[in-house]
């Protein structure tokens, strides 16, 4: 069993940044490959980023593309979504998941593991 615990959500101003962490202090995150999703009221759960167990391959939604990017430190067992230039339709709740394999999932069914979500919330 793998537990994930999502942080570093809040309220923000259009046009700020938040960087999020995910980490497990049960279990090594190496082995892993990470994804980031995201729901916001009344959507369905969307796809915002993945990454490899080592790293060497992430996958990031064109909705964000340029503007948010995934990245981990295996050795602190945590992955990060560094959100930049944020807009108002970037509020959900986001959620990290995590599924033993060499690909990049993108789809959530394809995760095994998720955290409980951390809420983003971007004023316009």
């Known amino acids: 069993q793998v537990q994930l615990v999502e942080s570093g959500g809040g309220l923000v101003q259009a046009g700020g940044s938040l960087r999020l962490s995910c980490a497990t202090s049960?279990?090594?995150?190496?082995?892993?490959?990470m994804g980031w999703f995201r729901q916001a009221p009344g959507k369905e759960r969307e796809f915002v980023a993945g990454i490899s167990w080592s790293g060497t391959n992430t996958q990031t939604a064109e909705s964000v593309k340029g503007r948010f990017a995934i990245f981990r430190e295996n050795a602190k067992n945590t992955v990060y979504l560094q959100m930049s230039s944020l807009i108002p339709e970037d509020t959900a709740v986001y959620y990290c998941?995590?599924?033993?394999?060499?690909?990049?999932?993108?789809?959530?069914?394809?995760?095994?593991?998720w955290g409980q979500g951390t809420q983003v919330t971007v004023s316009s």
């Open positions: 049960r279990r090594t995150l190496s082995s892993y490959a």
């Open positions: 998941a995590a599924r033993m394999t060499s690909r990049v999932p993108v789809i959530p069914n394809d995760y095994d593991y």
